[in-house]
């Protein structure tokens, strides 16, 4: 069998494996037919299956191709392994207590271990050998803590107990975490994937230039606006840089930005479209489960900040087009001409955000999602002259659906060995005592201490796993210094994002920087100029009523998005020396003084200086008020 011959079979059974994986996932949400024990085990082994077809254990340009057959018949016997391991997890009979009194059978242990190590080299083909190298630290504690100083010993677990936990039952590998990744997370991916192909991508960002083109920086304003739409849906920061980049980057740079700040822009606006509702990616949902708190009410907290972080990237980006004297697009379509083309994408995002509100279930509000995508999109291909949906285009979307969830559900069961090991161990109550010990009791040096390590652990993490890692070690301390469950899990969710625009590893900005031929460290730069709003926002969440709970009055809550509003104004403007006019020295340090007092200052007071910031703003605009007609920023 020649090379191309063995590439072309497995390229069908890549097709043909993740297509019936989807196919299987959209049957299990409606049906619910298999049970947790049986479902999770069997959704991770086919995850398995995929990855080791998808992402092989050599590249084949890399390899002679006979070296790089004998690599395909390892990843042949991580298949079969796979699926020999799946078989024996998921016939496993837990109403037979033997188990519990005797422990595991021989072949059920080699079956546990066996599983885990295969997930391990999955994650580190998928994800990173960063989150190989976590979990097996933890694994190493699990095992071994009984031998650590006294100060952080644990009681120390045998392998036969580590299995029994992690893999013979819902906590550990087939924890919240898979739970969510194999049920809610997928079915949005997917939705995300139907989008994708059916042309929807395209006209979010026709439909993002035809509304900010004309204004100042018109391009990067279509940046950020297109990358708000597709982020949410798109499930990463990189791969919405990569795929918005490729069309506002070059049209930056010929606008007259310089190819960092294009970068950088980019990076910035896409990592913002994993905080944007109504889809905010994996994280919110695993939110939902661990709090207990209906994903709608999530959602609808998210709304008001996520609007935040955005403003305050789109003043970064006005303040950097006014600063260099950059004007807008000069021709481009209007808005209502892409509406018309197009407006059917909107109504499976309308439909999926009314049945979130309504409390419908996440997993049947997917489904419905995809369904809806399918319909609007056979609709308008024979009513509206659109390209016709075809069979090849479902099974493009279904294909790329099971694809992108990959890295995701690989990620979950990974973390899942984490969070196991936390509750097994107790680990999360002697983390807690040790960041109010180092911290001295103080929340900002909590937060501080939570950036540091949700930027340590980004740097090889995703996202969702970084999220799950630092809300079990570090949600439990702020909540003992008074702020809210729900708060302190969306502080570390929005911090869990920064990884991608803070250097020196700034994945998303290393991305927009090889499509913008920028330097990569002066792209992540930018982009953490830029991306501001993901360290004030949390903070103002932490000492402020900006998150809308039972407890915080409607006057508490305006009070919050007036002074946080008026702390993006002050830095974006102190940093970039930059409003309706070019800022003095003592008018950078004033801004900043009362944007430091704003996030100090008592809640019934923080309003006050809020309130001091924009008059001054607003004086400086005043000032500059006479503004040329030609300019349509005016």
């Not at 991580?78 to 595991?104: E, H, K, Q, S």
């Not at 994800?127 to 933890?138: P, Q, R």
């Amino acid at each position: 069998m020649t090379a191309t011959t063995q590439s072309r079979w497995l390229l069908w059974l890549l097709t043909a494996s993740a297509v019936a994986l989807s196919v299987f996932q959209i049957w299990q949400g409606l049906a619910a037919q298999l049970s947790a024990p049986v479902f999770r085990p069997v959704h991770l082994g086919w995850v398995l299956v995929l990855v080791f077809l998808a992402y092989p254990l050599l590249k084949p340009e890399h390899h002679r191709p006979a070296v790089f057959f004998s690599a395909r018949l390892i990843d042949l016997l991580f298949i079969v392994a796979a699926g020999w391991c799946t078989w024996r997890i998921a016939r496993f009979d837990y109403d037979d207590i033997g188990f519990l009194l005797d422990g595991l059978q021989s072949l059920d242990q080699v079956a546990g271990v066996t599983l885990m190590l295969l997930l391990l080299e999955a994650t580190r083909r998928t994800v990173g050998m960063t989150m190989v190298v976590v979990a097996l630290v933890f694994i190493g504690y699990a095992l071994f803590g009984d031998a650590l100083p006294q100060a952080i010993a644990s009681k120390g677990f045998a392998v036969e107990e580590m299995v029994r936990f992690h893999i013979f039952s819902t906590n550990g590998v087939f924890g919240a975490p898979l739970a969510i990744a194999a049920t809610v997370v997928f079915m949005f991916v997917l939705f995300g994937a139907f989008l994708n192909v059916t042309g929807a991508g395209q006209f979010f960002i026709d439909a993002a230039f035809a509304a900010a083109g004309k204004y100042r920086g018109g391009p990067a304003k279509a940046s950020v606006l297109a990358s708000a739409a597709l982020g949410s849906i798109s499930g990463s920061a990189i791969a919405n840089t990569v795929t918005t980049g490729s069309l506002t980057i070059p049209m930056m740079k010929k606008l007259g930005y310089k190819p960092e700040q294009a970068a950088g822009i980019e990076a910035a606006a896409s990592t913002g479209g994993q905080i944007m509702p109504p889809v905010m990616g994996a994280g919110a949902f695993v939110m939902a489960q661990f709090t207990g708190i209906p994903y709608s009410e999530i959602l609808l907290v998210s709304i008001a900040p996520a609007i935040l972080y955005f403003l305050c990237t789109l003043l970064y980006v006005h303040l950097m087009a006014v600063k260099l004297g950059l004007q807008g697009m000069t021709a481009g379509e209007k808005v209502r001409e892409v509406l018309a083309r197009g407006w059917h994408f909107l109504v499976p995002l309308v439909l999926i955000t009314a049945l979130l509100m309504m409390s419908y279930s996440p997993v049947m509000v997917g489904i419905a999602g995809c369904a809806a995508v399918l319909i609007a999109a056979l609709i308008a291909g024979f009513t509206r002259g659109h390209e016709r949906l075809t069979l090849a285009h479902i099974i493009a979307g279904l294909k790329e659906g099971a694809l992108m969830a990959l890295p995701i559900s690989v990620a979950c069961a990974t973390a899942g060995i984490v969070v196991g090991v936390v509750g097994q161990t107790g680990l999360g109550l002697l983390f807690t005592q040790f960041l109010l010990d180092l911290s001295g009791g103080q929340l900002w040096s909590v937060l501080l201490l939570v950036m540091v390590a949700a930027i340590v652990l980004g740097m090889g993490l995703p996202v969702t796993a970084a999220y799950i890692v630092l809300s079990v070690m570090a949600v439990p301390a702020m909540m003992d210094l008074g702020v809210s469950m729900l708060a302190a899990h969306m502080i570390v969710f929005w911090l869990s994002q920064t990884s991608n625009v803070t250097p020196p590893i700034a994945l998303a900005a290393f991305a927009g920087a090889g499509i913008a031929g920028a330097k990569p460290m002066g792209a992540a730069v930018q982009a953490f100029k830029l991306a501001k709003g993901y360290f004030l926002i949390p903070a103002m969440m932490a000492f402020s009523s900006l998150i809308w709970t039972d407890d915080v009055t409607l006057f508490g809550y305006l009070s919050a998005l007036l002074a946080t509003s008026a702390l993006i104004l002050a830095f974006a403007a102190a940093i970039e020396g930059q409003f309706a006019s070019r800022l003095n020295n003592v008018w950078r340090g004033a801004l900043l003084l009362l944007a430091i007092s704003v996030m100090v200052l008592p809640d019934d007071y923080r309003w006050i200086a809020g309130l001091v910031i924009l008059a001054l703003l607003g004086a400086n605009l005043w000032q500059q008020r006479a503004v040329p007609a030609s300019d349509p920023a005016g």
